[in-house]
């Protein structure tokens, strides 16, 4: 190596988990090669003066539907991508409900052929499964997907349901043979269609709470877990949303079992009485809950129980969100605004903690969690030597008061749309390249990730284990 590293990061205040350090890193060939104290500087080819902002990791998003292919109309993948890195994410899982489903290793492939030169970010797949037909299943092993994804429930984009026990047994039992993870949106069928006979068609967010129930998520979440109970398989429960679902999976967690779960950005921002103006925009699947949801959502923030935050970026065009409230889609974008929604719901909610404090979260939840639970964390998700520079820099006392002219979706529509947030990325770096800065787009050379083989312990490994 020359004497100049390839990209020189000074003076700037470096995030982890754990802590804040004053320094800057040297990035070679787009991995990190060199974390150096703030009384250092070597010199590089390219340099930039973080000017005493946070310095963190770039961000990972483990949960979104960037459309491509078959919904482009909702969103495309370089419009997404846009969102994604002028959000500080460098890193994004996608979920598999597209038109065709992605639910073989060979549509994998070809999903990826569809995004090569359209990304801004790296990018890898959750894979589905359709009901009754699981045998794309029989040669799938840990370096084609990120998880196993299954959806308990559905509705208009996610319409491959599955509920029954054969399958979930089936695929609980090849999950833990292989040791893939398996992803759950986990809303239970049987009991949302039993609540949709009794109750009328929804005209609000209260009354489409009563056909979307707390209760549903409660009794799928106690399902899994007697499947985890038998099979000793690895889960992570997504977009958790009541207070119950929290209790039984921080129970399990600590009982041993081998179960992760996150929520989303929307359910700690918003709660019925909030998000009732909003109207359609903020009908979702599942359902925005109450008050005590949501605090008890950050109490998990607090204590370090959530592993993620995902966006679930779902975006559709307002013209199909402005249908009555029984025929508009679930689901809002949110890809872009995630880092600042969180890191302003940190300071209204967990004010007891430092600034610091609260950025190590940020990374905990976007980098290092989400890293850590899909197998990218030989490349991905903190700022340490040998690992891919994905770098952002971010002004955490900036205020962005949202408007549409500032968002990249194709949706072109948000949510938080006239809010004040604060925290604002301004430099994102993607494998040492910089893929924005202050509204300036990179290239668009992006690629599929690598996922490390990382077992988990079942049941026949642990120690007193509780599956027995």
């Known amino acids: 190596m020359s004497d100049l590293y390839d990209l020189v990061i000074y003076n700037g205040r470096l995030v982890y988990k754990d802590a804040v350090r004053d320094g800057g890193i040297a990035v070679q060939d787009g991995k990190i090669a060199l974390v150096f104290a703030a009384s250092e500087r070597p010199q ?18 483990s949960h979104v539907h960037f459309r491509t292919p078959g919904y482009e109309h909702k969103e495309n993948w370089e419009s997404a991508s846009k969102a994604a890195v002028a959000g500080g994410i460098t890193t994004v899982l996608d979920m598999p409900n597209t038109d065709p489903y992605t639910d073989t290793i060979e549509r994998i492939r070809q999903k990826d052929k569809l995004i090569q030169g359209h990304s801004l970010v790296d990018y890898g797949f959750h894979i589905g499964v359709v009901p009754g037909k699981l045998h794309p299943l029989d040669g799938l092993q840990q370096e084609h997907a990120a998880s196993i994804k299954l959806f308990l429930t559905g509705h208009r984009t996610a319409r491959n349901v599955i509920d029954l026990d054969a399958d979930l047994e089936t695929i609980f039992r090849l999950a833990a043979q292989r040791q893939i993870p398996l992803t759950l949106h986990a809303e239970d069928d049987a009991v949302l269609h039993l609540y949709r006979r009794v109750h009328r068609t929804p005209n609000d967010l209260a009354s489409y709470e009563l056909i979307a129930p707390r209760s549903g998520a409660i009794a799928a979440v106690s399902r899994v877990l007697r499947l985890v109970r038998k099979y000793g398989t690895s889960i992570h429960v997504l977009h958790v949303s009541s207070e119950e679902e929290v209790d039984l999976l921080e129970t399990a967690a600590r009982a041993g079992y081998p179960v992760t779960f996150e929520t989303t950005a929307h359910q700690l921002w918003f709660d019925l009485e909030s998000a009732a103006a909003l109207g359609t925009k903020t009908k979702l699947s599942p359902a925005i809950r109450g008050k005590r949801d949501r605090a ?14 995902g966006s679930d970026h779902a975006p559709h065009s307002l013209k199909e969100k402005a249908a009555d409230f029984g025929e508009a889609p679930p689901g809002l974008p949110g890809v872009q605004e995630l880092l600042p929604v969180l890191l302003t719901g940190l300071g209204r909610h967990l004010p007891e903690l430092s600034r610091d404090e609260q950025l190590s979260k940020v990374v905990s939840l976007l980098a290092d969690g989400p890293a850590n639970r899909f197998r990218l964390n030989h490349t991905k998700g903190s700022l340490r030597p040998g690992l891919d520079a994905d770098i952002v820099i971010v002004d955490d006392e900036q205020v962005w008061e949202v408007e549409a002219k500032d968002l990249h979706s194709f949706c072109g529509w948000s949510p938080y749309e006239g809010l004040p947030l604060t925290g604002v990325p301004l430099v994102t770096i993607r494998r040492g390249q910089i893929v924005f800065d202050r509204g300036k787009f990179g290239k668009f050379d992006g690629r599929s990730l690598s996922y490390a083989p990382a077992p988990f312990a079942t049941f026949e490994q642990v120690s007193g284990s509780p599956f027995h």
């Not at 590089?44 to 998003?61: F, S, W």
């Open 44 to 61: 590089g080819k390219q340099e930039l003066d973080a000017g005493g902002k946070y310095v963190l990791p770039g961000l990972i998003d």
């Open 296 to 309: 008890r959502l950050w109490d998990a923030v607090r204590s370090g129980a959530l592993t993620s935050v």
